[in-house]
């Protein structure tokens, strides 16, 4: 199958694809402003939407670049690639995450966004091959439950993003820790899923800790349920209607703090 040049999409997709460059370029910011990553690991990726079409998808998404730094990072630097993982605009070489990514993103249509790192604990605790247990009513909010772990894959081919799917498919948690390698997130967006990346460190650092003063209380399943539902159907401000009225929070997940 030929790979379309991203010129031949229609015009608002192209619209679309700059718009998701910018959103994906400026989200990097946020991975080593939050210790999540080193030197040039890590990534963020967004699918891109197209506009003409109702709720879907252009088939196509943007990532980081390979091996740049994150000072040298900008809109026009990400690569633009399909769900195959081929390239479709950009000079560099994508990420050694995008057969990954494009994975997620052909058999989870819901996921709008894909983020790796290695932040320290959670990649730690993935070394262990061990889940994060829901210990805190934080972990109940964001991930509705522990934090599993995935299998062993190699980097490079799409045996991670088959990893991340099996284990997430039916899951409410956004984040997987990958077996010795370190976590991936998804989010309806890569705002979303940039959070998930953040809170998943947290909750494996605070886990950790709490263990070395002895051993956490577990959460009953019926609290974890209840903290789920409040976090991700009531907490935060109601969304507002074109006309600027207030309307129910319905977004599904909550991308604010915990404030």
Same mark, same amino acid.
């Given at each position: 199958m030929?790979t379309q ?7 608002a997709v192209?619209?679309?694809v700059a ?8 989200l990097?910011?946020?991975l080593?402003?939050?210790?999540l990553?080193?030197w040039?690991a890590?990534?963020v990726?967004?699918?891109v939407?197209?506009?003409d079409?109702p709720d879907g998808?252009a088939d ?8 740049v ?9 990400m ?10 605009d950009?000079t ?21 966004g894909v ?7 959670a990649?730690?605790w @993935? *070394?262990?091959?061990e &889940?994060?247990?829901c210990?805190?009513?934080?972990m109940?909010?964001?991930? /509705?439950? $522990? +934090? !599993? ?8 081919d ?11 498919a039916?899951?409410?948690s956004?984040?997987v820790l990958?077996r ?6 998804i989010?309806?967006d890569a705002r979303?899923?940039?959070k @998930? *990346?953040?809170?998943? &460190? ?5 886990v950790?800790v709490?263990?070395?003063l /002895?051993? $956490? +209380? !577990?959460?009953e399943?019926q609290?974890?349920?209840?903290l ?7 907490y ?11 309307a ?5 997940q909550n991308?604010?703090g915990?404030?």
């Amino acid at each position: 199958m030929t790979t379309q040049a991203l010129t031949d999409y229609p015009q608002a997709v192209q619209d679309e694809v700059a718009r998701v460059r910018t959103v994906v370029s400026d989200l990097h910011a946020e991975l080593p402003r939050w210790d999540l990553v080193v030197w040039t690991a890590g990534n963020v990726s967004q699918r891109v939407p197209n506009p003409d079409v109702p709720d879907g998808s252009a088939d196509l998404f943007v990532i980081k670049p390979s091996g740049v730094s994150y000072d040298d990072l900008t809109p026009e630097g990400m690569v633009v690639c399909d769900l195959d993982g081929s390239l479709v605009d950009g000079t560099r070489a994508p990420s050694s995450d995008t057969a990954a990514a494009a994975y997620v993103y052909r058999h989870m249509p819901e996921v709008g966004g894909v983020v790796h790192t290695h932040s320290t604990y959670a990649t730690a605790w @993935a *070394a262990r091959g061990e &889940e994060v247990p829901c210990v805190l009513t934080m972990m109940a909010d964001e991930f /509705g439950g $522990p +934090v !599993p772990v995935g299998p062993f894959a190699i980097i490079g081919d799409d045996s991670i993003g088959r990893g991340i799917v099996e284990t997430l498919a039916g899951h409410r948690s956004p984040a997987v820790l990958m077996r010795n390698h370190g976590p991936f997130t998804i989010g309806k967006d890569a705002r979303a899923a940039v959070k @998930a *990346a953040v809170m998943v &460190e947290e909750v494996a650092r605070t886990v950790h800790v709490s263990r070395q003063l /002895g051993e $956490p +209380v !577990p959460i009953e399943q019926q609290h974890i349920d209840s903290l789920y539902d409040r976090y991700q159907n009531v907490y935060g401000q109601p969304a507002t209607t074109p006309s600027g009225t207030a309307a129910s929070n319905t977004a599904g997940q909550n991308t604010e703090g915990q404030a």
